[in-house]
């Protein structure tokens, strides 16, 4: 079992940056791969960003050049820098691990509101 602990969202303007971080704990050994996720009103939960154990990153089309994903493996804690933040930008965001064995962990999510 992996427990995901995020934090870090709020309420920021456009054009602003928000920092969210998720701490890992206890099966960390066994993960793949961490990354965030988010859901907006009425739309599918979709990947953000992603980073492997390897370092290797994804990024959605919509915050590349925005989002940057960072991961440090001796606080088993993975990051996700927003600048340039839109309106569109807003909408829960979940921090997500896999392991090895391909099973999913999730965190319980943190709001996200880009609004003056």
């Known amino acids: 079992q992996v427990q995901l602990v995020e934090s870090g969202g709020g309420l920021v303007q456009p054009g602003g940056s928000l920092r969210l971080s998720c701490a890992a704990s206890?099966?960390?050994?066994?993960?793949?791969?961490m990354g965030w996720y988010r859901q907006a009103p009425g739309n599918q939960r979709e990947l953000v960003a992603a980073?492997?154990?390897?370092?290797?990153?994804n990024y959605a089309d919509s915050v590349k050049g925005r989002f940057t994903i960072s991961r440090d493996n001796a606080r088993n804690t993975v990051y996700l820098q927003m600048n340039s933040l839109k309106p569109e930008d807003t909408a829960v965001y979940y921090c997500?691990?896999?392991?090895?064995?391909?099973?999913?962990?999730w965190g319980q999510g943190t709001q996200v509101t880009v609004s003056s």
């Open positions: 997500h691990s896999i392991n090895l064995d391909g099973v999913d962990f």
């Open positions: 206890g099966s960390i050994f066994s993960i793949y791969a």
């Open positions: 980073v492997t154990s390897g370092g290797s990153t």
